[in-house]
């Protein structure tokens, strides 16, 4: 099982849009004295075997922080992509193709982290 992550590439994936109908703007609410955007970040850093970690996000404040959580944010999902009622894999397989385009690569692996899991 080692073998199959050394080798491969993976990407990691924050979906985090802005809108939410229960607690707006919760991505960016604070535990501990950190966001939940902030906390993913620390997961992040702690994981070695990730080539890349993007933020999906419709909202420029979630890619504010993200960026400055060490989380790249180099695309905005697109509206289509922004309702409460789409699922995790439109998301995510928008995510890997827009991230295979920007960097020119593959990848081989997609972790999903949720800013609202933030006790792993």
Do not use: W, Y
Not at 20 to 28: D, F, R
Not at 38 to 61: N, Y
Not at 93 to 115: C, G, K, W, Y
């Amino acid at each position: 099982m080692g073998e199959l992550i050394n080798d491969s590439r993976i990407l990691l994936v924050v979906p985090a849009r802005g809108g939410s109908k229960g607690i707006p703007m919760k991505n960016l609410r604070m535990i501990g004295g950190r966001s939940l955007i902030a906390r993913v970040g620390d997961v992040l850093h702690g994981l070695p075997q990730i080539d890349a970690g993007v933020v999906s996000t419709d909202h420029e404040d979630i890619a504010k922080e993200a960026e400055v959580s060490g989380i790249h944010a180099p695309f905005r999902r697109p509206d289509s992509l922004s309702g409460d009622r789409v699922g995790d894999l439109e998301v995510l397989s928008h995510a890997l193709e827009t991230m295979e385009m920007i960097e020119n690569r593959t990848f081989d692996i997609i972790v999903m982290l949720q800013p609202t899991s933030p006790f792993r």
